[in-house]
């Protein structure tokens, strides 16, 4: 059993920050890429940002210089400092990783989390 608990969302001011955490727990060996995507009312899931196992980086554009991913391996858990929020950036926010479970005859697997609601007022 793998749980992915997102937290850290709420409702924010535009131009303020928010930090989003993401713990993966369970029967897990080792994680690979992890990931934060964001879905708004009537539109579709998007990437947001996502970090390789060796802290390799890439971002929407629509987020570079705004969002920063991060992650702590010896936590299994990952971060997003999200700053001058934008009434834009409103969604909720899911995080995705790749876990490998199962022992000698594992397999690599994705998982979401719940997601988190995030709101920017003007």
């Known amino acids: 059993q793998v749980h992915v608990v997102e937290s850290g969302g709420g409702l924010v001011q535009a131009g303020g920050s928010l930090r989003l955490s993401c713990v993966v727990s369970g029967s897990i060996a080792s994680i690979g890429a992890m990931g934060w995507y964001r879905q708004a009312p009537g539109k579709e899931r998007d990437l947001v940002a996502r970090i390789t196992s060796g802290g390799t980086t890439n971002y929407a554009d629509s987020v570079k210089g705004r969002f920063t991913i991060s992650r702590d391996n010896t936590k299994n858990t990952q971060y997003l400092q999200m700053n001058s929020l934008k009434p834009d950036d409103t969604a909720v926010y899911y995080c995705?990783?790749?876990?490998?479970?199962?022992?000698?005859?594992?397999?690599?697997?994705?998982?979401w989390g719940q997601g988190t609601q995030v709101t920017v007022s003007s």
């Open positions: 995705n990783a790749d876990a490998y479970v199962g022992n000698l005859y594992g397999s690599w697997r994705n998982y």
